[in-house]
């Protein structure tokens, strides 16, 4: 009787004790994981914060390769129109000894022959000579001045970053300095310039510009047509000083998006000019 007595005092206070401690442990292991998981954020947060100074360090990078990627693209662009310059110079000189001697008549041997031809012949074949002078210089009785007008004979559509703008049909180009097919211009005397260029852009459209001498920008202009219900243009005026041989064109911005079409239509155009001052 007293051992059935007891086992069931022993049986009740186990089933009393066991709920706590099972309470005890569990609470304990909830601690136990707590800690664990603010350990675990705090090297988290250190982890992130080392990936964050090698992302700066690595962005700090990116910036300097992006200048000297730049430098050596403005270096080899400088370059390659150095070359065209050399090129283009040689040309004119050998076109300006054929137009000479096309100018100042015949060969030595279509001389002598017109030397024994009778008087008659002689000015039979001069007055279309002469005719010839005066309309080969017909128009250019300006000399010893710098001028040009040329502009863009075509729409183009998104026209892309670090792209030069190439004006190809001239009006005028006394001293023959610009190249339509380039878009340069190549100074020949150093003196005071005024240049001045005009955009139209689409409608919701924006373009940024920039006139360049050699590699360096002198100037820039925004034209925007975002919020117009028709095209936008926007012209720009620069007075530089510059050397003989610099090289002046219009460029689109290098980094800066361009949105929409560079328009250029008969009745409106996108053009180039410049002119020296003194």
């Known amino acids: 009787m007293f051992v059935l007595t007891d086992f069931l005092l022993s049986v009740s206070s186990a089933i009393s004790v066991n709920p706590w401690r099972r309470s005890a442990d ?4 909830l601690v136990r994981r707590f800690n664990d998981l603010e350990q675990r954020l705090e090297m988290q947060e250190k982890l992130n914060a080392e990936q964050e100074k090698v992302i700066e360090i690595l962005n700090i990078k990116n910036e300097k390769l992006q200048e000297a990627v730049e430098t050596l693209s403005s270096a080899k662009e400088k370059k390659q129109r150095n070359d ?19 100018e100042f008549g015949m060969n030595s041997d279509q001389k002598s022959s017109t030397s024994h031809a009778p008087s008659s012949q002689i000015n039979c074949c001069e007055k279309p000579l002469l005719t010839l002078q005066y309309k080969k210089h017909k128009g250019r009785s300006v000399t010893g001045g710098v001028a040009f007008h040329a502009y863009l004979s075509h729409n183009e559509n998104n026209p892309g970053s670090h792209q030069t703008i190439i004006f190809d049909n001239i009006i005028t180009d006394i001293g ?5 097919h380039s878009g340069d211009f190549i100074c020949p005397e150093n003196g005071v310039y005024t240049f001045s260029w005009t955009l139209f852009c689409s409608r919701g459209g924006y373009i940024y510009s920039q006139i360049v001498v050699n590699s360096n ?7 925007s047509g975002q919020g117009a219900d028709e095209i936008r243009a926007t012209t720009g005026v620069v007075v530089v000083e510059i050397n003989q041989g610099d090289v002046v064109y219009i460029r689109t911005h290098p980094s800066n998006p361009i949105v929409g079409t560079l328009y250029s239509k008969t009745t409106y155009r996108s053009s180039f000019s410049g002119w020296k001052l003194f």
């Open 26 to 29: 569990s609470l304990s292991d």
């Open 84 to 102: 065209y310059r050399l090129k283009l110079s040689k040309g004119s000189k050998t076109i300006m000894r054929n137009e000479t001697a096309t």
């Open 217 to 223: 920008s002198v100037g820039a202009l925004f034209c």
């Open 176 to 180: 023959g300095n610009y190249n339509q």
